[in-house]
């Protein structure tokens, strides 16, 4: 690590090492990831504009979903696909900033919306009367775009506090994409106010909606397992056993990187999860709707009929 107290000009992420032969694996395992992601989420989202079957609000929310996470996915990997061509992994401390308010502000969105989607579960398989008066077009309009409002202020806050430290010396960053910590980690000012914002943020960010996620499933739980017919247990079941599988995942491996303290020993393993919420969610979502949703299935055998 240098030395020099001069402020850096770029940083250095130091991604998963300088290797010529593993750059190039993965970067061909990096391309196909994102264009499966893409191609997933777009079917997904054209799908259920062609398919009236699937004008519900769930799939509502599953198209907004999609939408995020195309983007989502893009503020990480093209950055990185061409840094393992051409070697080059450096990022400039703008970029990096920039990278990380769009990352945050979608992930954040993100766990909003996994929460708004399991309210809406939970009105399907709780109230079951009453679902289609409650769950209208305009809540849904409503819920998806509070979820949006949410991520963004949350994390504007955030990247404000982290836009006014400065950086002297240090610039290497052990990790693949320009994370808040690492970040302020390597920052030469106070970071006592920093961290205390994110700390703050994060539980409203993260904390929030994951509260809000486990509560509507256990009141899931608890409502399928009072059915009497285990036909009718099932049927209930799978329509949110997909979204439980995406939750599942997801806040999973945000817990482990946030929650989890960073000792020496789960440094890789602390990359490799989250690798899981920041690439590994948006290719697997579509892929378990696909796969595990009746009602996506059916679709998209009816959209691959007409044109084969
Ligand atoms: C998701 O819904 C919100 C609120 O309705 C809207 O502002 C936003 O553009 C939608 N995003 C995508 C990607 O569909």
């Known amino acids: 690590m240098g030395g020099n107290l001069s402020t850096p000009s770029t940083f250095i992420l130091l991604g998963f090492g300088n290797d010529f032969e593993l750059r190039i694996l993965l970067f061909a395992l990096f391309l196909a990831i994102y264009a499966l992601s893409l191609v997933g989420n777009l079917l997904i989202v054209l799908l259920v504009a062609v398919d009236q079957h699937l004008h519900k609000p769930m799939y509502f929310f599953l198209v907004n979903l999609s939408g995020l996470e195309t983007c989502y996915i893009s503020t990480i990997l093209p950055r990185m696909l061409v840094s393992f061509l051409t070697g080059d992994r450096s990022i400039s401390i703008k970029g990096c900033i920039t990278q990380y308010y769009f990352f945050g502000f979608l992930a954040c969105t993100e766990c909003y919306l996994l929460a708004m989607m399991s309210y809406d579960r939970y009105l399907a398989i709780c109230k079951p009367l009453h679902y289609p008066t409650i ?29 006014q430290l400065t950086f002297c010396g240090p ?51 608890c409502t399928i397992l009072r059915i009497k017919s285990r036909a009718a247990q099932q049927k209930a ?39 899981f919420y920041t690439i590994f969610t948006p290719m697997l979502n579509p892929l378990i709707y696909s796969l595990r949703n009746r009602e996506v299935k059916e679709a998209l055998f009816k959209f691959v009929r007409i044109f084969l």
């Open 237 to 275: 079941f799978a329509t949110c056993s997909s979204h439980l599988i995406v939750v599942t995942l997801f806040f999973l491996s945000l817990f482990l990187v946030y929650v989890v303290p960073e000792t020496e020993k789960l440094k890789e393993l602390h990359k490799i999860f989250s690798f």
């Open 135 to 163: 769950m209208s077009g305009r809540l849904c309009l409503q819920l998806a775009f509070t979820s949006w409002m949410c991520g963004l202020v949350t994390n504007t806050i955030i990247t404000s506090f982290l836009g």
């Open 171 to 221: 610039n290497e960053i052990d990790d693949f994409f320009c994370d808040v910590y690492p970040l302020a980690n390597l920052s030469c000012s106070n970071t006592r106010l920093v961290k205390l914002a994110t700390l703050i943020l994060g539980f409203m960010g993260i904390g929030s909606p994951f509260l809000l996620t486990l509560a509507s499933y256990v009141c899931i739980i």
